[in-house]
């Protein structure tokens, strides 16, 4: 089981992401669900840019989705309550083409964050098994995705890198959540998975090594 209590915090303002909204447009996923992606061989990063006219920059560009981390020393050492806070709240999980996200639907919604002068809702979480990124070369064995957005749809993603450790009972609630969609047997529809500040608090890491990217 992976633990929250051995995890780094790893903050990216994603530029990208955020160009590829407008307006009022409502937050969504960067990348086309119509064109199939994933993080391994043909379909892989290291193709993403063939894959649709509209990723060229996955190419060419430099600052873009996955990296690998590199640890140099932070340039900043501000926790992660400065940045980000969660509020006791609801989600419900949805099927997207490579898992499962979970929106936030509390009408009075389910955290904040904050940075560079904006100021952000949490909108919605995912977890990545394994990581997106890489960690000094290394892969790591799960990351989670806090996503954060605007009302004109500008997006702040705070990750937290997740190692092998003692059992977290937030993410097996998290994983149970979806997991009765998904049986073959008998699946049933999503329901919503009411999370606690508490519960958020056992989790995340209390004073992260956040470099400033």
């Given amino acids: 089981m992976v633990s929250g209590r051995r995890a780094r915090l790893l903050l990216t303002a994603t530029a990208l992401a955020a160009a590829a909204l407008s307006g009022g447009a409502a937050p969504a996923a960067a990348a086309s669900d119509a064109t199939l992606w994933t993080y391994y061989g043909r379909t892989g990063p290291a193709f993403w840019g063939q894959l649709d006219p509209a990723w060229r920059t996955c190419d060419t560009g430099r600052r873009q989705t996955p990296i690998n981390l590199v640890f140099a020393g932070s340039k900043s050492d501000r926790d992660l309550g400065s940045v980000a806070t969660q509020k006791t709240a609801s989600f419900l999980p949805k099927g997207v083409q490579n898992g499962f996200k979970y929106d936030c639907v509390s009408k009075d919604g389910c955290g904040s964050a904050s940075w560079a002068g904006t100021s952000y809702n949490f909108v919605q979480f995912h977890l990545h098994v394994a990581a997106e990124h890489t960690l ?44 009765k969609a998904v049986t073959k047997a008998n699946p049933k529809p999503f329901s919503r998975l009411p999370i606690s500040k508490a519960e958020w608090t056992g989790l995340l890491p209390l004073r992260p090594c956040m470099p400033q990217l």
């Fill in 136 to 179: 000094d070369g290394a892969v790591v064995p799960a990351e989670l995705h806090l996503v954060h957005a605007t009302p004109t749809g500008r997006l702040l993603v705070v990750g937290v890198l997740i190692d092998v450790g003692a059992p977290s009972e937030l993410i097996r609630k998290m994983l149970a959540g979806v997991e």
